[in-house]
């Protein structure tokens, strides 16, 4: 059974940073395309950004461009967000996913979910 635990979220002021992990069990991270999301209450899942299963290519959404980077280390199954330059509009729960084809924005992609951490940017 796979399972993605996420943490590091927390309550932050603007222009801060989080680290975020998500720890994947049950399947070897290096079979498994790794995305981030987020939800902010009143609105639908947002795509933040996706990692190939090698770590080369990334893709970030124009929002958080810049000030987020993603990366993962298969020998350890963990996958990490890097927040930096938080702003309030960043407020939301941050899921991580595991998806066992190429990826995409789109969360209907994805296999796996993680439970979400909250991450709150006070202004």
């Known amino acids: 059974q796979v399972q993605l635990v996420e943490s590091g979220g927390g309550l932050v002021q603007a222009g801060g940073s989080l680290r975020l992990s998500c720890a994947v069990s049950?399947?070897?991270?290096?079979?498994?395309?790794m995305g981030w999301f987020r939800q902010a209450p009143g609105k639908e899942r947002e795509f933040v950004v996706v990692?190939?299963?090698?770590?080369?290519?990334?893709f970030y959404a124009d929002s958080v461009k810049g000030r987020f980077t993603i990366s993962r280390d298969n020998a350890k199954n963990t996958v990490y967000l890097q927040m930096n330059s938080l702003k309030p509009e960043d407020t939301a729960v941050y899921y991580c996913?595991?998806?066992?084809?190429?990826?995409?924005?789109?969360?209907?992609?994805?296999?796996?979910w993680g439970q979400g951490t909250q991450v709150t940017v006070s202004s």
């Open positions: 990692i190939n299963r090698n770590g080369i290519s990334t």
């Open positions: 049950g399947r070897s991270l290096s079979t498994c395309t």
């Open positions: 996913a595991a998806d066992l084809g190429d990826g995409s924005t789109w969360y209907g992609d994805y296999d796996y």
